[in-house]
């Protein structure tokens, strides 16, 4: 099944003009564990971490130290195992040119893997997608947490991170880790199999609104709730046009996440407005951590 899987990724090569493919473990939000476990798919590795290159005569599977033994047994049949930390400025082969998926991998990635002795090419269509498509069993909608435990209402927030747009100058705030819109408004989802984080991104503007982009079944119980509008959940397919409508606008784009972990998609709609990088929930999420642990031993 992998064997012939490989040969049909392989057929596609000269369709788009390329000697190899890479495949990574997360998803379109760098999740650890997502449900389209797409490395898994090619691969049948089913760690948490890695990285699969597939050229036309041979196939690489780049983990870390964690995951050798297990890489072997899983993938070892088709794969040649690498340390992961040879996958930075790649020499494993050279002069090639390598696609990928830009909604998957961030610029910061693509640069330090193959820049150096590679050339790269963006494919929008997800070709692993094209082989196979992992059915994503859950539809059910995003919830929010009792008022009585999460600390602080998301209306308080919202305020904070408005008022900070304002002392800089700033007219949006576009968040793209899930885990910090979790936070912020108080809601979870059902998107990954080993973490309530709902799968989404948000732009929030200094006047303490804010827009989630999603699909439009997955705020149903917000809007029932009344935390959001409807004309507030943005479809992933029209973000480039709503976006578009804000240009001339200063946007603040939140990069709490280690390798500034928005997609390379979307870092290419936002560089044509006036963006810029800020590490603002940092601060807030340690100074609210801080304050949680002293009145939980203190009072």
């Not at 082989?131 to 919830?143: D, L, R």
């Not at 899930?178 to 929030?204: M, Y």
């Not at 709730?225 to 976006?243: H, L, T, V, Y």
Request: glycine share 4%.
């Amino acid at each position: 099944m992998i064997n012939n899987r490989i040969n049909i990724l392989i057929s596609k090569f000269n369709k788009y003009n390329i000697d190899g493919y890479i495949i990574p473990k997360n998803d379109e939000f760098f999740s650890e564990y997502s449900a389209n476990d797409r490395l898994k798919t090619i691969t049948k590795f089913s760690g948490s971490a890695g990285y699969s290159i597939i050229l036309k005569k041979k196939n690489y599977l780049f983990v870390d130290g964690r995951y050798t033994i297990q890489a072997k047994k899983e993938a070892g049949k088709n794969f040649t195992i690498v340390d992961l930390h040879k996958i930075i400025n790649c020499k494993l082969f050279q002069n090639l040119s390598i696609g990928f998926d830009p909604k998957i991998f961030t610029s910061k990635q693509i640069k330090k893997f193959f820049h150096k002795n590679n050339k790269i090419k963006s494919i929008e269509s997800n070709l692993i997608d094209q082989i196979h498509k992992n059915k994503v069993k859950s539809s059910k909608p995003f919830f929010s947490l009792n008022n009585k435990i999460v600390g602080e209402d998301y209306k308080t927030k919202i305020k904070k991170i408005s008022k900070y747009l304002n002392k800089n100058k700033s007219d949006f705030l576009f968040v793209t880790a899930p885990e910090n819109i979790a936070w912020l408004l108080n809601i979870r989802g059902h998107d990954n199999p080993n973490s309530p984080i709902p799968n989404c991104q948000l732009i929030i503007n200094n006047k303490n609104s804010f827009y989630l982009i999603t699909y439009k079944n997955k705020v149903s119980k917000l809007i029932n709730e009344k935390k959001i509008k409807s004309d507030q959940a943005i479809e992933p397919k029209n973000f480039s046009k709503f976006i578009s409508n804000l240009k001339g606008k200063k946007i603040t784009i939140d990069n709490l996440r280690i390798d500034n972990k928005s997609n390379e998609k979307i870092e290419e709609i936002v560089s044509n407005f006036n963006s810029s990088n800020k590490r603002f929930f940092n601060k807030i999420i340690f100074k609210n951590f801080v304050n949680d642990i002293l009145t939980a031993y203190f009072g």
